[in-house]
């Protein structure tokens, strides 16, 4: 599987990158950046063999199988749409697009043209991920969910200083909710669905953009709860409480590297370590190549229908408190 790498950011140079070196069933065959002085380096570092400047170069050459968009939030669409009407399949990260009617367009395209579509959301691949969708009926009628994940961002005094970074930029569709809350989001959603209300309460910064906030949702039987920070920090974890036990998750939700249930009538603790992978990125790889390989759509649909699901509720929470996107 011949792979084209697109950006030269954190989450390709310290992410993407670094994973797929444990992942020999992927090729890495060329990388894609306005900067050809930054291609050229990252290229030279992880013997790249070609580097373009120029999109529609790219998506001209048949040897390219999949494009994997590692840009700002704001150009998800623009970069899988023209992949996919070129022929191209698409690893695109989270979020991906800035609105759930993109997201529906991208998925019926692909669709459309019988090629794969995949969101890089590295929670749902992760083995922990699965054990804990197993693990949830033996906590029995779940009562509330909780997820935090808060963490001072590196880009932050920057931004008190009066400089705003794609993160921090409404324009760039940047903020809490549609990075580091869109974990949170995923993982709830992931395990149980659309939620039937949305709420998001907000602090927000001086540009308009979410700081940090809080999005509750109510499902039949319960309620969950995703705080997500880039203006201060805490312990990340995540609980799920059912009325014979409950399930927490020990640290970030981007990586679930363990989780612990506690059953309530026989006190029994029980802790799981299941990922084989220290790179958080790998165990998506892996499964996206599979996913390909046995041309398994049906696979593929469902985590589309995951992916819609959680731009529906992120884009009804963002606009309930007022933040407004370039796109909108």
Known sequence: MKLAILGTGFIVKEGALPA??????????????RNKDKADDLATKNEIPAIYTDYDEL????????????????????????????GKNVIVEKPFASTAAEVAELRDLALSKNLY?????????????????EALPKLGKIRAVVANY?????????????????????ARSGGALYDINIYNLNFII???GAPLEVQYTANIGFNGVDISGLVTMKYDGFFAAALGAKDSESPS??????????????????????????????????????NKYSHRMVHEFKEFERIYREKNFNEMRGWLDVSLAVLQ????????????FACD
């Open 20 to 33: 797929l070196k444990n992942v020999p069933e992927i090729e890495v065959a060329a990388i894609f950046a």
């Open 59 to 86: 998506l001209a050459n048949p040897e390219i199988e999949f494009v994997y968009v590692g840009l700002t939030n704001s150009v998800h669409y623009e970069y899988t749409k023209r992949a996919l009407l070129a």
């Open 117 to 133: 579509v995949f969101e890089a959301v590295t929670l749902l691949h992760l083995p922990n991920f699965a054990a804990i969708r």
């Open 150 to 170: 808060s963490q001072y961002s590196s880009r932050y005094d920057k931004y008190l200083a009066g400089e705003v970074l794609p993160v921090f930029d409404p």
């Open 190 to 192: 992931g395990l149980f």
């Open 237 to 274: 974890f995540i609980s799920i409480q059912g009325e014979k036990g409950y399930v927490k998750v020990l640290g970030a939700p981007n990586e679930l590297t363990a989780f612990e249930m506690h059953l309530r009538n026989s006190g029994e603790i029980t802790k799981y370590e299941l």
């Open 313 to 324: 509720t992120a884009e009804k929470a963002r606009k309930q408190a007022g933040i407004i």
